[in-house]
């Protein structure tokens, strides 16, 4: 309830700047006097800040709007191609790249093999080497990028743009800006990879317009990213979302965490991969004892031989679900979100397990809030951190800190 | 981001009272100059605020303020005694009242015994009867009556004041202040009895000032709730904090829910009672096996028993909070607060299983989160909740709508 004085004009404009950039975007096209009744600046206001952003290319004129007598005002929006942002989703294999523009347009997405545990000084080379690609091929000029945002799977720390711990990279309290030579100078935004999904689904996926989500990453780790009251949701410390260390079967097996039967122990596509691999060595399941090397066997492999039939992968992504929703079940009756939304590796097999997951949240849940929850795929496969990654910067442009 | 044209004078002007008081109600004492500083707002509508209310008796000038040169300003508090407040927090088989001022001061509490599962017409009665009898003790005008705040040990809904359903008195769907008749004029507000607790340890008790924290009550259920950016969260469809419905352990009792192992049906106050009465009749307690009354052994006597070394008790107690330690720990995994506040029933066994709630978490937890969360017992024994429930008609006058 306290208010500041708002003396500070360079603060008010900015904000000024912030709110009319993100409600052209919320929009889409909007003429200046639209802009002036929503966010109850003067005319002249929005006309020199509107003015200013045209010159500087973040907006531009389109097309008319309608009438009421008199001339059709001009209708602004914000002008596809005018400045961009990368964002890179890292894991333990792999550095995933998207090229958006300031409309969350996706320009360019690319894919990266990386050694695994590689040091941090051969990541920040390779990183840099793959953006210079991307931004050249698309002949894009180095001032025209807003920023870069990195999804990392661990702990970060949003204030210093520091990774805390990403164990599974094997990093910890790693300053990455501090290893850029070229890009040096470029905005730079780390995130952990749950929350980056989040902010996609959240900004332009399918928790648009949704205060309260949840979004539910599995790979070789399970972790959350929570929306709360239309923002991120992260504790008092940066952790929360840590749902893939809830205990789901006291019995299970040892988790890196030191507990047994943690989700992640149970659910991750690691885990799953890794039951179809002793599976296939048992000659229990025929379609993957077939495979030529029994090791490299994949989520993608498993999910396929669910899809032809074979019985014991079918088992094991179900089996996978069922944890999942046990985990659910108990989000649901703690949070009571309006969705969830299961991404990464899930996608792969969504099909074969999203009905058992619903299930046990039928069963498991209280039925007040199962009532209003939907959990779904995420529709943009294991793409959604990369993206929401690039988002940042730009939401960085117009909701300010893209932390809070 | 959006922004409102504020034209609304009369809005305004409550808002800006609202915000008065409540600067006054965390300051403690404040001159007009600081209040004008705090809150942005002019002197002359400091002045003109502060006379109203003085007038209607809210606030009152005491002592002196520090000079700096010239006259010592006269300061401002909220008037001890002005304005009353009734809070009634309501279980099985009692109706819990406190009388509190507009400062937050306890003036008296009384508890009252009630039949179980009695008709809503006849709780209404109770109800009108022991609210007068307090205030006409305390000559209390009905006028200075600011509202009165209702805790259900259920679901509520906070827009229309209605009880959902709270299954422990056995109501569904009610529309309680339809049965006043007395009261009929005075507002009204209902809140789930765990929300009421926060409220109080946020406003007045163990919580001021944090912004994320839980508050976990254990009677005949377990309910939690949750404060997020200093606010109650409630949800989409206002059922957060549903922890008494986590799957502990699946191979648990059954509980009233449908579900099996829920942590309800092993660490309630409820189920410590029914499992010492077995260890009664079993003869495995011999502290407990020589009560004359087997059936209506209470929590209170089995922690007294614990406490006079009665090693069944002890383990009794002990797992309970072992079940409630594992809740919880998933529940700092997920929400990483900073603070855990166990109330209610638990308070009267705290010094012999807190202990081991800690040990549990910090086995089960995550350590970054469990590293920055602290785990009490509320002060205030089971009180918290009546209580809070009096702070709220307190809160809706300086904070506007309570409940969000």
Sequence with gaps: MKRGKTGNNKFLKRLNRMTILNVIREYGAISKIELSKITGLSPTAV?????????????????????????????????????????????????????????????????????????????AEKLELMIAQIINKHSINRQKL?????????????????????????????????????????????????????????????????ENFVCINIKSGIGAGIFINGKPYRGVSGTAGEIGHMVVDENGPRCGCGNFGCLETLASAAYIEQRARKMARQGVSIKLSSYKDIDSISIDDVAEA????????????????????????????????????????????????????????????????????EIIASEIGDKASTIGAALIPIKELMEGHSCT
Excluded at 104 to 119: E, M
Excluded at 344 to 361: G, M, Q
Aim: aromatic content about 6%; hydrophobic content about 40%; overall charge negative.
């Design 47 to 123: 006309g020199s800040i509107t003015s200013e952003l045209q010159e500087e290319g973040y907006i531009h004129e389109t097309g008319k709007g309608e009438s009421k007598g008199g001339r059709p005002p001009k209708l602004l929006e914000l002008k596809p191609g005018s400045y961009y942002s990368v964002g890179v989703d890292f894991d333990v294999d792999y550095m995933n790249l998207a090229l958006v523009d300031i409309t969350g347009q996706v320009i360019d997405q690319k894919s990266h093999k990386v050694p695994k545990w590689d040091s941090v000084e051969n990541v």
């Design 306 to 373: 669910a899809r032809n039939g074979d019985e014991a992968s079918i088992d094991i992504l179900r089996e996978s679900g069922r944890y999942l929703g046990m985990a659910i079940a108990n989000t649901i009756n703690m949070l009571n979100p309006k969705r969830i939304v299961l991404g990464k590796e899930f996608t792969k097999y969504a099909d074969i397990v999203l009905d058992t997951v619903k299930a046990v949240v039928e069963r498991k849940a209280l039925r007040s809030p199962a009532a209003v929850v």
């Design 146 to 210: 807003l920023g870069i945002g990195i999804s990392i799977p661990g702990l970060v720390d949003l204030n210093k743009s520091e990774i805390i711990m990403a164990p599974n990279l094997g990093w910890k309290n790693i300053n990455l800006k501090s290893y850029l030579i070229q890009l040096k100078d470029v905005p730079l935004y780390i995130e952990n990879e749950a929350m980056a999904s989040a902010i996609y689904e959240n900004w332009i996926g399918s928790c648009r317009g949704i």
